[in-house]
């Protein structure tokens, strides 16, 4: 799916915190979001899903169904919902169940049956790495690395094709990160989904990344291809 951001602004008292005029993310791009703190990131991705209201513009996801190219406005319409996976923090998670019961209730709401919530979660086995299920502990319970692979393995149970993550690499171990980042790029070859993340750690958002959009004050004010992570020296020179 594709998406694009129209005439995007979002304020708070007098800071811009998103002022976006045009960006277009295409259909199976992988866009790295990066910045430092308070560039505006989180609230984009917000934005994104419905969670602030914009003062001005708005988000247009398209989908092709049979041929025909539908458009669907997040602000307006619950339909991007049923293509759209996210995790942005833990407020995303239900923390008063288990990992299991979390698991069990997005597979009642995506419509998957036991063996296939079964064969979903297999596919993250290394992921977890026999700390998360079977465990016999509540999701506010586990380590916040634990949560965190909760939400993201969540996010992706019903096989978006938008899959958005906040800053997916905080509290992992090294091996974590590495599992991540095999699991992203292999669920965009294979599905050819569009997935956006964002990252404060540059070496793991070049590596995953088909194109990075580098945000200051709100505003995209870099968009680089990445191929064969050519925009590692441009970003380097921005931040040091």
Known sequence: ???????????????????????L?????????VGNN??????????????????????AMTTTIEGTATT???ATSEEWKEFTGAFINDGFLIDFLTPEEYFDFIAKVSLLDRSELTARLNRFDAFMAGEIVGQKRLIRDLSAGNQQKVGIIGA??????????????????PSS?????????????????????????????????SRIALMENGHIIRDLDNTNMAARTELENYFS
């Open 177 to 209: 990160q590495n599992i991540l980042k095999h699991i992203l790029r292999d669920y965009n070859h294979a599905t050819q989904a569009t997935i956006i993340v964002s990252s404060h750690n540059l070496s793991h958002t070049i590596e995953i990344s």
């Open 38 to 59: 308070g560039a505006g990131k989180t609230t984009l991705f917000r934005l994104m899903l419905d969670l602030l209201k914009a003062d001005a513009g708005n988000v």
């Open 156 to 173: 992706m149970l019903s096989n978006p094709r938008i899959l958005i993550l906040d800053e997916p690499f905080n509290f992992l171990d």
């Open 25 to 33: 993310i295409n259909d199976g791009d992988i866009i790295g979001l």
């Open 72 to 74: 669907i406005d997040p």
């Open 1 to 23: 799916m594709s998406i694009a951001i129209n005439n995007l602004t979002k304020t708070f008292g007098e800071k811009i915190a998103v002022d976006i005029q045009q960006f």
